[in-house]
């Protein structure tokens, strides 16, 4: 369960981990999320979908899914919901590397689920090493992209909110200073940077090459086509849109830290640039564009860690694991 109404990466977490655990067997009621796109996500799986637009809602949403085996909660007012609403033992996956209970309300409804908490799951390494209490490392999971991959367009994406801790502003210097004058950027997401970074691409003197495309459902067709995904987060948990990209086969070139270095960086010809550096991220642009062998190199090397490390079946193992062990 998470208490919301929305489908950003939280959500397509417990869409994708749900659709597994039915798909093993089990019966999975999922509490939250956009209703309309959560239907269509669990479409055919035997999933049950309740909304949990507020907290009223969630809690009794909770209520009606009877008497389950575990409650997983994701997000702070998630689980807390659950810690008041249900009895089941209760799993927390924690997604952001920060301890809860940054304000006086978080730090009384902390004190709410450490009672009610059995168990913790952080999404990477990077997470487990700053959150509070014990935690096990599963790592989210994505499905493997069967379709075909063309990656010819000149084109390097952002694909991430548009927040001050995602650091879109690296990954558009770094492309100004290191993109040739064919290529194009394209930005996929919203927030509240958005007239900043338009301001930012004028200044730089690429606003012909850039185009902000908002939210977008056919993010995988921009995967297959364009040829670099940019990710320069320093803080990111793991990242959903970066594990897509290597399943595309799309090279991606990171920012060394967040979780990025336990995915990116497993592949041999890894690209991971100095935090905030935009050169370095602009110098490793411009041999990624010069050298399209090196690009079908790195991509494929990306979509074997992917495959290998990175599946909704393994996440599903992995979470069965620590529900048995509080069941046990």
């Not at 993109?179 to 301001?199: K, S």
Request: charge should be neutral; charged fraction near 20%.
């Amino acid at each position: 369960m998470v208490r919301s109404d929305g489908f950003s990466g939280v959500e397509r977490h417990i869409a994708t981990l749900a659709r597994a655990q039915a798909e093993a067997g089990h019966d999975v009621t999922v509490v939250g999320g956009s209703q309309a796109r959560m239907r269509v996500a669990m479409a055919a799986t035997g999933v049950r979908t309740l909304s949990g637009d507020t907290l009223r809602q969630a809690a009794e949403s909770v209520s009606r899914a009877g008497h389950p085996d575990v409650v997983h909660a994701h997000m702070t007012a998630g689980e807390l919901t659950a810690s008041l609403a249900s009895r089941a033992p209760l799993v927390a996956t924690r997604h952001f590397a920060r301890r809860r209970g940054a304000t006086t309300i978080g730090r009384a409804s902390a004190m709410v689920i450490r009672r009610r908490l059995r168990r913790q799951i952080a999404i990477s390494r990077f997470v487990a090493s700053a959150i509070d209490g014990s935690s096990t490392v599963v790592y989210p999971g994505v499905g493997t992209d069967n379709d075909a991959s063309t990656h010819t367009r000149p084109t390097a994406l952002v694909v991430q909110r548009l927040q001050p801790e995602k650091n879109t502003d690296v990954a558009v210097r770094g492309f100004a200073a290191g993109a040739p004058a064919e290529w194009t950027l394209e930005i996929v997401g919203r927030g509240p940077e958005l007239n900043m970074l338009q301001d930012l691409v004028r200044d730089l003197g690429i606003a012909d090459r850039t185009t902000f495309l908002g939210f977008r459902d056919d993010v995988p067709d921009l995967m297959r086509s364009a040829s670099v995904l940019l990710a320069p987060c320093e803080v990111e948990g793991l990242g959903l849109s970066v594990l897509e990209a290597m399943s595309h086969g799309l090279p991606v070139i990171a920012s060394r830290a967040g979780a990025h270095p336990e995915t990116v960086g497993l592949a041999a010809d890894a690209q991971l640039f100095e935090p905030g550096d935009a050169q370095d991220a602009a110098s490793m642009l411009a041999r990624m564009c010069a050298d399209a062998t090196l690009r079908a190199r790195y991509g494929a090397q990306l979509a074997q860690v992917q495959r290998t490390n990175f599946t909704p079946q393994a996440q599903a193992e992995a979470t069965e694991a620590v529900y048995q062990q509080v069941l046990a």
